[in-house]
Each structure stands twice: as C-alpha cells, then as structure tokens.
C-alpha cells in the first residue's frame, strides 16, 4: 500500500531522499570506475566506438529530463488504467505529481551517468567521465527544494 502524505514537507523530504541517493549512486560507481581503471594496464589502442554510442544514446535523456512534467501531466497519469491516486487532500496532488516527475528525472539522468561510466571503464576515455560529470551537475542543480514545490504547485493551480 502507497504511503499517504500528510504535508507538502513530507514529500519535499521524500524527493530530497531520492535525489541525493541517486546521485550518491552516480557518484559511487563513478569513483569505483576511476578506481578500477586505473587498476587496468591498456595499451595505447584507443577504442572510442562504445563511448560514442554512450554519449549519443544519453543525449535524449537530457532532451527528455527538461520536458518530462509535459508528458506527465496529472489528466495523462490518471487515464493510466489501474491508477489509485495516493493523495490525501487536493492540495497535495500537485506535490505528488512533482515527486514523480523528480523520480523520473533523476532515473534518467542517472542512467545516462551509468551508461557512460561503463564506457569509461571499458574504454578509458576521460571524457565519457565527463559527460557523467556534467549529468551530475544537472541532477546538482535541479535539487528538489521546498521553493521549487511551492511554485510547481502554485503554477498548477493556476492552470487549473
């Protein structure tokens, strides 16, 4: 059963849970790549294929991240056959919507870091650290914040 949130602070707190354990996980694996790449002896050969095939399949996740509250509109995720909303009160819809949006935000910009620190590993290219560095950054700085509710909620009711 879905837990039933009584207050705005609750869910801020929740999302600000999920967030810093997804990027504390992109952070992890990135320093266990680091680590296990330098533990490996390769050769001069430069292979590139795989990091190139990671940096372009990332790429429309951040496309995806800026317009996901678009595809998940609070109508479209209660057409979803099966759907049980979970708030306790109107004015808390639009804060559970946000939660989900920052889930799926966070799980796509933590897939694209993960699918380019594997590159890393394999290939050794420093710079497919560094597109995982600048995925981290957007998850940094997109960091749910009470602020960031209020508005959301706010605009919604406006629109409403």
């Known amino acids: 059963m879905a837990k039933q ?6 869910v801020v707190r929740v999302a600000k849970i999920i967030a810093f354990a997804m990027i504390l996980g992109a952070l992890t694996f990135a320093g266990i790549a680091w680590f296990i790449a330098q533990q490996m002896n390769r050769g001069g050969d430069q292979d590139q294929l795989i990091s190139l095939i990671m940096a372009a399949t990332s790429l429309p996740e951040l496309f995806i991240f800026f317009f996901v509250s678009n595809f998940m509109s609070a109508e479209r995720m209660e057409q979803r056959p099966g759907y049980n909303p979970t708030w306790s009160t109107p ?13 799926v935000q966070y799980a796509l910009l933590q897939g694209a870091c993960v699918m380019n620190i594997v590159a890393y590993i394999i290939e050794q290219n420093w710079w497919s650290l560094g597109i995982a560095s600048v995925f981290l950054l957007f998850m940094l700085s997109n960091f749910p914040s009470e602020t960031r509710f209020k508005h959301y909620a706010e605009t919604q009711q406006t629109y409403s």
């Open 91 to 103: 004015e808390m819809k639009p804060y559970h919507i946000k939660l989900t949006h920052i889930i």
């Open 5 to 10: 949130f009584q207050s705005p602070e609750e």
